[in-house]
């Protein structure tokens, strides 16, 4: 298979025909080989216009709902990001082949340590931070970021995860059961301002997000 060829129908017939816009999101997805990033059996689906499983109730998004997060996270090159669900890497090495600096927290060790390898044998490492553990939390030491992106779904937002925002940032998240409200939370000092994108479908969040009041 021509991988080089499919992502370039990837970016023109899933991502500019439906608004993609941000050249940085454009050439990143045109750039990194999301056949990398997926379990051996299923590169040769790699660039199709859905999700895929790269493990139990685990999957790498679409590409078109990879590119409205990114862009609508507004990264410049040189900003920081945090990403919650570190998963495949893929999401990570978009944002790292836009110049951006990741933190990137997964709560499975396993998929971590095949991201970590996803994204070396990518060419994708460069920039990009891995960590085990409840993104619920965020990654305190490395704030504040220019923009979040959560790709679990929590019942709402984690408190931690906007207080990490820098003045000026964007979390984008999907919000809620089953179907989830992706959430984009713009951060002006301390006033947060919310809008709602459109439907998606994430896996839920675990750890602290799952129990009835997670602030305890
Ligand atoms: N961004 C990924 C896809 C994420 S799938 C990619 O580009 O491939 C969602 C991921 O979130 C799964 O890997 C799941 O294990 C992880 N996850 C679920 N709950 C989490 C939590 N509380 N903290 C960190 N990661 C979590």
Redesign the pocket.
Known sequence: MDFAKERERMVQRQLVPRGIRDERVLAAMGAVPRHR?VPAGQQRFAYDDCPLP?GPE????QPYI?ALMSECARLDSGDRAL??????????AVLAAMGVEVWS????AE?SRQAAANLREAGCAGGVHLRV????TGWPEAAPFQAVLV??APLDVPHPLLEQLADGGRLVAPVGLSVQDLVLVRREGDDYHRESLIPVR??P?????ESPSPDD
């Open positions: 990033f790269i685990q999957t790498i998004s990879v990403e919650i669900g570190t998963g495949s890497g893929y999401q990570a927290v997964e709560i499975a998929l553990g409840d993104g619920w790709t679990a994430f896996v969040m675990r750890g602290r997000a």
